[in-house]
């Protein structure tokens, strides 16, 4: 018995003396990418149901999304109309 402890003692001091022999694993920060995304707010509006299919079956077609089809819509009507004004 006393042997056993003699072991488990020596075990011990060695897992403290000796350095891990396993690889750590190191931690390289994600790049950023060049644009950096705009702050945003919410909106909430009602449209048509209609509208609604539409741009719904337009996001599955063409793969996008309806906030995407939102944003896009916007700044196409917005740059219109600042066209025609000026």
């Given amino acids: 018995m006393t042997d056993y402890k003699d072991k488990l003692g020596g075990l011990a001091d060695k897992l ?3 350095t891990p022999k396993t690889p750590i694993q190191e931690v390289h920060p994600i790049r950023q990418s060049a644009a950096l ?3 945003e707010a919410q909106l909430n509006v009602w ?5 609604l299919k539409r741009m719904k079956s337009y996001g599955v077609e ?3 999304s309806l ?3 939102s944003v896009d ?3 196409f009507f917005l740059d219109t109309k600042l ?3 000026t």
Wanted: charge should be positive.
């Fill in 62 to 64: 063409y793969d996008t």
């Fill in 73 to 75: 819509a916007l700044k």
């Fill in 47 to 51: 449209i048509p149901k209609a509208l």
């Fill in 67 to 69: 906030k995407d089809i």
């Fill in 37 to 39: 995304k705009e702050e």
């Fill in 83 to 85: 066209k025609k004004s």
């Fill in 16 to 18: 403290k003396k000796d």
